[in-house]
């Protein structure tokens, strides 16, 4: 895990050295510490530099999360989780995950954007507070959250010093003419010579004065300098503030000053400029440029006119650009995107933006999870983690109305990929056992959202959630004659009974579900893993020499379709084969393949099982040492998938023979002592290290000729607990080829 996801800074931090002193020092001693202050102020911006100046103190470093575009308090929860970078496979709440993960790590999280979700967020702080003594949180909002320890620290406006400072400089960003930015006559230093005052730069104090000194509003105004002069600026916020002055008599006069530069700034904006404002409101998190056009296109803004209506946007600090994983973006500032709300509602137009919203997510999901089996598959994975916050409210929006249940049954289910492949089981299940709750007499979309649920339940461990899951589908699917539904629902049995160690039963399931696949046409991601779960069953019944024919075919289809998720999968049981046949270096080349890709998608299961095959890989080169710090290293990783390998017997044999080879090799207390080691390492490190050592094929076989040789003292292949004949690499007296 990367010690900090804080963004990096677009341009320069202006003014506020004080302020960031006070709440640098007020961080050492408290542990609890929140920024409060209006809409605008800069609280956001000022935390994050106080946090980012913090992170040498905290060991396990610094993570920002976002709350601002979640509606759904229970979600608080998992967008904690998702800010660590942590990945759980486990049936276990993410409060209890969180808890587990923080126990005895020093580390500093901002919690940014919590003032609507307080109710669910202030408990949640409470708690991880008083279980996980290192660490600290750094809240920030427009109230406090009320937990007991909690040092409030209300952010100012700027002073005019600084204001003065930031509109100058922003201004200048901007492309505006100089603006004057001293009022009084000035000494120059070490010269005797006095400079006049500048006559304009009183007019930009006023200016400054006027806006509050809210940086928002400033910056609002420095984008505006193109185009107007100071004076002008000025005679237009008079008009403005006897406006607002009137119409809300009850407001907070900085509450009104933001709103009036809002306002303002709304009301230099272009009719078209201020439709699209209005329409963006209803993106939650970044979007891209292909959504704005679809969500907020119509006859009044023309798509093809879009580009340029958010350039004027964006020109004026409304919109601001970002770059995600898949690419640039844009967002609105909560403030901003508050204001354009009231203008939609006002329009009478909020319901049906949502639902263009909604639809645009569907249609991404239902694209996305058809690229998932191309070669774009690590773009897909990074367009589904942009899209995210915006996939939730889509989400929100279909379980909001009960005529909608099949949408949020379809788009649940359709997002498979999110959820198995890219590491969101504990979320994915979240999402489809709340719309499975509902009947929408809709079955294609419910059967869809069944077998998926026991595809995330069989990967979680829980296997009674899984059957349940399944049988429903299996059912369903049998009365309604949906024969490919019913053969998802069977392949996911297969699964389970793989990991359950009924081989038997995993492999006649299995076969079950392919042959339907193939009277259908199906293939995709879900198809080829079938055939390497297949290939796995084999495996451990002593036939991997078929186990090995099925998994090169597997890898032939994928480096045919570009697809990574499965072949990582595929690449495992041939590197198995290649360490039967003392191809070391072979094996190892395929498994640094397998790890990359894991890691890329955040697939804990198929990464842990690879180091552990890494592991023994490493022994059997003579590294003993090398192979008891890996070992060591996956073990916390099991801790978030749940029961190691699910109790099943069969797929821990690599990890037990490693254990026996290398605790023979250096001696129980040496042993244990690199054990140790490797647990202390963040995944990351544990990643690096296994890409690091590549070797050589020279260095194939052991390279001390008195290490453990694995084929006269090893398991055979798939059959733990029995020895492999010397000379015999399948076990059977045939060859074996990766």
Known sequence: MRRSNLPAELNRFVGRAAEEAA???????????????????????????????????????????????LRDPDLVAYALVEALGLTDHTPK???????????????????????????????????????????????????????????????????????????????????????????????VPGTGTVLAPDPGAAAVRELCRRLDGIPLALELAASRLRLLSVEQMLHRLDDRFRLLTDGERGALPRHQTLRTAIGWSHELCTPEERLLWARL????????????????????????????????????????????????????????????????????????????????????????????FSSRQPQVAARTDAALPNLRAALDLCLEFPEDAHLAQHLAGTLWFAWVGCGRLSEGRHWLERALTLESGHEEARLKALWVLGYV??????????VAALHECGERARSSRNALAEAYATHRMGCLALLSDDLPRAEALIERALASYREFGELNSNVLMGQVELAMARAFRGD?????????????????????????????????????REAFAEARELLT???????????????????????????????????????????????????????????????????????????????????????????????????????????????DPTAPRPFRTGRSAGV???????????????????
């Open 593 to 703: 393949e397998c790890v990359s890709i894991n890691h890329t998608f955040r697939d804990l299961v198929g990464l842990v099982l690879a180091i552990e095959l890494l592991a023994l890989v490493t022994v059997s080169e003579g590294d003993p040492a090398e192979a008891a710090v890996l070992q060591g290293a996956v073990v916390p990783v099991w801790d978030t998938v749940g029961i190691r390998l699910f109790g099943s017997q069969a797929f821990d044999g690599p990890r037990a023979l490693c254990e026996q080879l290398a605790a023979e090799a250096l001696g129980a207390e040496a042993f244990d002592h690199a054990v140790r080691e490797g647990r202390r390492l963040p995944l990351d490190a544990v990643v690096e290290r296994a890409l690091a050592r590549r070797r050589d094929p020279a260095l194939d076989g052991p390279s």
């Open 544 to 580: 991997l020499e078929g186990a090995v024919a099925i998994c090169r075919e597997v890898r032939e289809v994928c480096e045919e379709r570009g697809e990574l998720w499965t072949r990582a999968y595929a690449l495992y049981v041939l590197a198995y084969s290649a360490w039967t």
């Open 23 to 69: 709440l640098t020092a007020l961080l050492e001693t408290s542990r609890l510490v929140t920024v409060v202050g209006v809409g605008g102020v800069g609280k956001t911006r000022l935390a994050l530099r106080a946090a980012a100046g913090a992170q040498k103190r905290y060991g396990e470093g610094v993570r920002l999360a976002e709350l601002a575009p």
């Open 281 to 372: 409101s209803v993106f939650a998190g970044p979007f891209d440029l292909e959504a704005v056009e679809y969500v907020c296109g119509g006859r009044e803004l023309p798509p093809e006119r879009i580009l340029d209506h958010l350039g004027g946007l964006l020109a004026q600090s409304i919109v601001s650009r970002e770059d995600t994983s898949a690419g640039p973006a844009y967002r609105l500032l909560d403030t901003v995107a508050a204001y354009g709300a009231e203008w939609l509602a006002a329009l009478g137009d909020t319901e049906r933006m949502r639902r263009r919203h909604r639809d645009w997510y569907m249609g991404l999901a239902t694209w996305c999870e058809l690229e998932w």
């Open 457 to 466: 339940a069989v990967l979680q461990g829980d296997g009674t959630a899984a």
């Open 93 to 187: 709440p993410p409060r209890e995950v969180l808890l587990e993960h923080l126990a005895e790590r020093r580390m500093l999280l901002v919690v940014d954007g919590f003032e609507h979700l307080v109710e669910s967020c202030a408990p949640l702080v409470r708690e991880l507070l008083a279980h996980a003594p290192g660490l600290t949180v750094l809240a920030v909002g427009r109230r406090p959250l009320r937990v007991a320890g909690e040092a409030v620290f209300p952010l100012a406006p700027m002073d005019e010093a600084d204001a003065v400072a930031l509109l100058t400089e922003r201004a200048a960003e901007a492309g505006a003419p100089v603006v004057a930015a001293h009022a009084a006559a000035t000494l």
């Open 720 to 738: 733990p607990g029995t020895r492999k004949p010397a000379g015999s690499p399948t076990g059977k007296g045939g060859e074996a080829a990766g």
